[in-house]
């Protein structure tokens, strides 16, 4: 049977050529990956606005990395685990922060999904979108790493520096908090 050479991807040439220097390739390569970044970007934060932010964050982290790439992966492969990476020390950036401030969910004893509670705004139905924004930073951040791109549980916790069952508790978490926002 004869084997062939694995096909290149659509990128490799754009990639080769902005590993150089050439800014027009990489302007490709943006343009080719920058909805999906966005959104993982913005689904794994919770906010538009972070999302937007971060997605720039990664876009300017792999113009610097992008000489170091190898081509072991698709790039489509390493800008996301350039933006998940992004998006992980971007959160530890910010518990950092919020670890010194007073945390006024001890005062009030309400919840994260409860002090964020709105009414949906089309009758009784509720967007996921906004459902997915009302959950806790972890609990968002698991979800979105394993219901919606797909990672196994013992990739997550390498990712996030949690244990495989940390990773699965976070997900039930998740999901139990995201069905009662949705059956309001």
Not at 30 to 52: D, P, Q
Not at 83 to 99: G, S
Not at 137 to 162: N, S, T
Request: charged fraction near 30%.
């Amino acid at each position: 049977m004869l084997t062939q050479a694995p096909i290149p991807s659509d990128d490799s040439a754009d990639v080769a050529l902005a590993s150089s220097g050439d800014r027009k390739a990489f302007e490709r390569l943006y343009r080719a990956h920058v909805n999906r970044v966005y959104t993982l970007c913005t689904r794994m934060c919770g906010s538009r606005i972070h999302g937007e932010e971060l997605t720039q964050d990664v876009f300017v982290r792999a113009w610097e990395k992008l000489p170091q790439f190898r081509g072991d992966a698709q790039f489509s492969t390493w800008i996301h685990k350039v933006a998940v990476n992004i998006v992980l020390t971007h959160r530890k950036n910010e518990a950092r922060a919020r670890m010194r401030m007073v945390d006024d969910e001890s005062e009030s004893g309400e919840t994260p999904l409860q002090r964020a509670s709105v009414t949906p705004g089309h009758g009784d139905r509720m967007d996921i979108s906004a459902a997915l924004e009302k959950l806790p930073a972890g609990a968002r951040q698991i979800f979105v790493l394993h219901d919606v791109e797909g990672y196994k549980h013992e990739e997550i916790a390498e990712m996030c520096g949690i244990t495989a069952g940390g990773s699965k508790a976070q997900l039930h978490r998740a999901r139990m908090l995201l069905r009662e926002a949705l059956t309001r």
